[in-house]
């Protein structure tokens, strides 16, 4: 199994799982860091990660503004259908 599909089936699973609400707020802990990383370092790359599925769209743009990443944002508030806010 793919790490992609590790964290979007435990993600999709913690709604109904008990067991697995630790380890999915772990992963999004850790999606948010990613995020924070990814636009310190490599800003162009950022758009593509937080439009994955799994990625936390509302912890994610915070970060994203914080870090003046207006492509990510857009791209995440596509996600989020504030496609009028994205522009």
Known sequence: MTLNREITDTIRDAIYMKERKKLAAYYGDLLVLFTRHMCEYDSDQVEF?????????KQC???????KNLLAEA???EKMNDCKSAI
Do not use: A, G, H, T
């Open 49 to 57: 990660w937080v439009q994955q599925d799994y990625f936390p769209s």
């Open 61 to 67: 743009i915070e970060v994203c503004r914080d870090k």
């Open 75 to 77: 791209k995440l508030l």
